[in-house]
């Protein structure tokens, strides 16, 4: 996979040796470097792609990643067929990181979202795209302050980590580009991402399966596909709890805020609030799809489902651009319960177009809705 850097500055700060999977350069004592003085030219003309892999366990117990500057991926896919799985930037088993900086990460995205090997992509495609920035079983991982343009699939995802602060982002990418999701979290716990702005093609953040206590706040969102738990329950059993996303800001996004799960799945959602959400012109504010199913081919009915329960919306307020501002279609066999719906005010974009709610098996109570949520059955604890 070729790499190149456009007046690029990265350093890590050490104690002691740092474990590299691309690099042959002896750390002993070594307390900080600059990837210049190590052989990187960042002329955006020479293949820089010594610092793409870093894999602990490390010794020192704080690292920190300085980036200045653009991380520029290459232009062509032939470059990135020797990529490690995935992922284009990958940190794995490093714990105590930090990565900060002015600097961008502008993966060039465009060069795979033409064919994005979604549906059926033609024999010999090269298609499936990497994730730009990936953090794995990264403990007390620091991220803050970088721009990230144009990823060819997710901008950047945290699988298996613990501890985690994510701020002061700034993610970009065209509405139409495909996959492109923000942040990505799977597998992981006490993860907090705040004070961001997300502007991407698909969600702007994304809550998979085996995570809990997750904090989300002062996201600006949109473009995008809105704030996301899910999809859970795609062949297999996903579990996600305590779940807190305040005071965020969605605009003309596809979604607003979001729980979806395939049929057929297992597991539970629970211990779910969305709190002072503001939407602008947004498409489905709020919306509960245990029906999802993006290919819309050959989708799965099944009377198995994951289990929803203990959700609450509060202090959510804005427009809409379609009329059904909550939608609310859990299982038909397994119920959505303990659903709260309390001070929850969303209106047409359209001036004076009337706007409604719906059901399907829930169970919660509403109180000061507008539009008034009748279909909400009040039982079944």
């Avoid at 060069?111 to 979604?118: G, K, L, P, R, S």
């Avoid at 057929?264 to 947004?282: C, L, N, P, Q």
């Avoid at 009329?323 to 659903?339: E, G, Q, R, Y």
Wanted: net charge neutral; aromatic share 6%; proline share 4%.
């Amino acid at each position: 996979m070729q790499l190149h850097f456009i007046t690029l500055v990265l350093v890590l700060l050490t104690s002691s040796a740092l474990s590299s999977t691309n690099s042959r350069i002896s750390l002993v004592s070594t307390t900080s470097f600059d990837v210049i003085e190590y052989g990187a030219k960042g002329d955006a003309k020479t293949d820089d792609s010594l610092p793409v892999s870093f894999a602990g366990p490390c010794k020192p117990s704080k690292i920190s990643v300085q980036v200045s500057g653009n991380i520029v991926g290459s232009n062509n896919k032939t470059d990135w067929m020797s990529n490690h799985g995935d992922s284009w930037l990958l940190f794995l088993m490093v714990s105590g990181l930090t990565v900060s900086g002015n600097g961008q990460i502008d993966g060039q995205g465009p060069i795979w979202w033409e064919n994005a090997c979604i549906g059926t992509p033609p024999p010999g495609t090269t298609c499936h795209a990497p994730v730009a920035l990936q953090f794995k079983r990264c403990n007390g991982l620091r991220l803050s302050n970088l721009t990230h343009v144009n990823s060819p699939r997710v901008h950047i995802t945290i699988t298996t980590c613990n501890d985690v602060i994510v701020s002061n982002l700034h993610i970009i990418a065209p509405e139409t580009s495909p996959n492109t999701d923000g942040i990505d979290i799977s597998g992981s716990t006490y993860v907090n991402i705040r004070d961001s702005i997300i502007e991407t093609g698909d969600d702007c953040i994304a809550i998979g399966g085996g995570s809990s206590n997750i904090k989300i706040s002062g996201i600006v969102c949109g473009p995008g596909h809105g704030i996301s738990i899910g999809s859970l329950g795609h062949g297999g059993t996903d579990v996600v709890e305590n779940i807190d996303v305040h005071n965020c800001t969605l605009s003309k996004t596809l979604t607003g805020v979001r729980i979806k799960t395939y049929q057929g799945g297992t597991g539970y959602a629970k211990h779910i609030s969305f709190t002072g959400i503001r939407f602008d012109a947004v498409y489905n504010p709020i919306i509960i799809d245990q029906y999802y199913c993006p290919s819309h081919q050959d989708c799965l009915t099944s009377t198995s489902a994951v289990n929803l329960s203990d959700i609450t919306y509060k202090g959510i307020s804005g427009t809409s651009k379609t009329d059904n501002v909550i939608n609310l279609s859990c299982s038909k066999t397994v119920a959505c319960t303990k659903i709260v719906m309390d001070s929850v005010h969303i209106k047409s974009a359209v001036l004076g177009r009337k706007v409604y709610g719906s059901c399907i098996n829930a169970y919660g109570i509403a109180t000061h809705v507008k539009p008034f949520l009748d279909c909400l059955n009040y039982t079944l604890s």
